[in-house]
């Protein structure tokens, strides 16, 4: 008796108005069967089965989304012409040097600029190799809070959590990368003759900083390409490799 008394409140409380309809109207709603074959009471516990989410789901789900994005774009940027090849982020003659660029070419030596520009390329792509550990280390550390707020954002709002709480300390270690990658790849020599040659031209002498140049452009690249994994995994099936990212992302979701 208790069990059938415990059941009806259940039925009241779910679907409401009694007074409207009646504790007749309202058990009769309850336990008809619609064309799938299920009641009111099976489909309200069928909903509420699929759609829950618990905070380790929501957690293990958006760092395995990020995971994957991190992983996917530091291997697709860190092969030959990764940058140099994609016009969305190759890395090009700063602002303040493209009239530096300008003016060498036109006295034949746009070879030495393309020189610059390839070993500038070589260099984001060296260093984006090695940059997987650091986004580990920070995605490691994202709280129940940080995944609910990204889980219910825009698009990109993971991509755009792991930039906010990484970027100043991805400069500390990317510099160095950048730095060793730039004198690997003989950038530092070329942007040193690009501009030797510029300034024996020009009373206006020219010398930006190339490592943190470079250190900015790679990472914006490297984020650009982690948003865009993000994006995938949240709205193509075929994105969700493992059982998680389904959970959190596909139809079990919805």
Known sequence: MKKIFLLQILI???????SAQGIGGILKKAT??????????????TKSSSNSLSNDDIIAGLKEALRVGTDSSCKKLSRSNGFFGDAAIKLLMPTEAQNVEKQLRSVGLGNLVDKAILSMNRAAEDAANGVGDIFWTSIKQMSIQDGVQILNGNDIAATTYLQKTTTSELI???????DASLIKTDAT???KDVFSNYNRFSKDKVNPDLTAYVTERALAGLFLNIGLQEQKIRKDPSAQVTGILKKVF???KK
């Open 172 to 178: 500390q270690k990317f510099k160095p990368v950048i």
């Open 32 to 45: 008809t069967k619609d064309s799938t074959g299920k009641n009111g009471i099976s489909k309200l516990f």
């Open 189 to 191: 020599k070329y942007w």
């Open 12 to 18: 009241v409380l779910v679907y409401g108005n009694l």
């Open 250 to 252: 596909g139809g079990d």
